[in-house]
């Protein structure tokens, strides 16, 4: 199966799962950056941040929000080949660490508060927003392969199940462009998930265990959704951190029932598709730290120290993500592959929304 290369466009989102299977199909001799090459990505993060917070102490607007939109504002800096190994940095590193330290928010108990309803309210989500990326996908003359992508990286975790499901089906049946399309609309869409679903919660007088799971269950990216629901309130982002890592860890079954359907058509793929299909570390970890958070009374201290850790992380990565982006690709691509992308987003508010009022 060919492999993508470091340079193709299909790097041009942020990654939270993709990026650890495709580095390692380089090596583990593959040269990592050194700090000094990370310097000029972290110090324009860096900047923008600071931009991001004196927006948002001044027109006192969402600091997440403040982020997503100077880094559109610096999206044509993605240029400058000197601040890739800095943002790629930001928007896939950090944020891993970020939601290590976000497993201090959460306990297993939270998690059992949330019951057996509210899992299969979120498979439910998950189900409607893949079933209407594939019907979407069809109704356009795309492929099966080109739905099953945008599927999966709308209910699981947007550009990191995107890079492992096209790491499954290949080039062969979604090209690079067409793949790079999904990245950016993928993209495009969480953030304008992340910017109107607290919105949309707050209209509805949701409590925040209900906007934690609207933000959790529905939002693609990550760093958009933690991002989101902390920009609610503490006790929403520690409902959405959850039910996200939920829609994370979900990622390696479903992907297995994806690499069984593709194994048809060529039997190297299999082996590929059990290679990709290693947990990563970051959700191990995190893990962890919810069964030791659980198990044992931590001192106020550090949560609060790894909540403001977290939430700093978090916002470079999503500035990072948003600067890494290739808005060009979506004059090319045309308006066909948007339609799979907003089938599925609609389809997966809906039905959250839907749901919400039977849960709690």
């Not at 991001?52 to 610096?74: K, T």
């Not at 795309?142 to 080039?171: D, P, Q, R």
């Not at 959790?216 to 991002?227: L, N």
């Not at 470079?316 to 600067?323: D, E, M, S, Y």
Request: charged fraction near 10%; glycine fraction near 10%; aromatic fraction near 8%.
């Amino acid at each position: 199966m060919s492999k993508p290369h470091k340079h193709d466009p299909v790097f041009t989102a942020g990654d939270l799962y993709g990026e650890i299977y495709i580095a390692d199909q380089h090596g583990a001799s593959a040269e990592k950056p050194r700090l000094v090459a990370l310097l000029p990505g972290l110090a324009l993060v860096a900047t923008a941040a600071a931009a991001a917070g004196w927006l948002s102490n001044y027109y006192s607007v969402p600091l997440v929000l403040a982020g997503l939109l100077v880094g559109f504002a610096l999206n044509f800096l993605s240029d400058v080949q000197s601040t890739k190994p800095g943002l790629e940095f930001c928007s896939s590193t950090l944020l891993r660490f970020a939601i290590v330290l976000l497993g201090f928010q959460v306990s297993l108990g939270s998690l059992g508060a949330l019951g057996l309803g509210a899992l299969l309210a979120l498979l439910a989500v998950m189900t409607a927003a893949l079933g209407a990326a594939i019907l979407a996908a069809r109704m356009t003359r795309l492929s099966t392969e080109f739905g099953l992508i945008v599927g999966g990286a709308t209910a699981i975790c947007g550009a990191s199940a995107a890079l492992l499901l096209y790491a499954l089906i290949g080039k062969n049946k979604v090209g690079p462009d067409q793949f790079a399309a999904i990245i950016l609309g993928i993209l495009l869409a969480s953030a304008l998930a992340a910017i109107t679903y607290p919105v949309i919660a707050a209209a509805l007088a949701y409590t925040d265990i209900e906007a934690g799971f609207l933000t959790g269950a529905t939002i693609h990216d990550v760093a958009q959704a933690v991002g989101a629901g902390y920009g609610i309130s503490d006790s929403a982002g520690q409902t959405t951190t959850a039910v996200k890592m939920t829609r994370v860890m979900l990622l390696a079954p479903i992907a297995f029932g994806i690499a069984a359907w593709v194994s048809r058509n060529a039997g190297g793929e299999q082996s590929e598709a059990k290679r990709a299909l290693q947990v990563p570390l970051f959700v191990i970890a995190y893990i962890a730290v919810v069964i030791v958070n659980s198990a044992a009374t931590m001192p106020p201290w550090i949560g609060e120290a790894a909540l403001d850790v977290a939430k700093v992380l978090i916002l470079a990565g999503i500035i990072a993500t948003v600067l890494r982006a290739n808005l060009r690709i979506a004059l090319v691509q045309g308006w066909r592959p948007i339609v799979p992308i907003a089938f599925a987003t609609l389809a997966s508010l809906l039905a959250a929304l839907l749901l919400i009022p039977a849960l709690f």
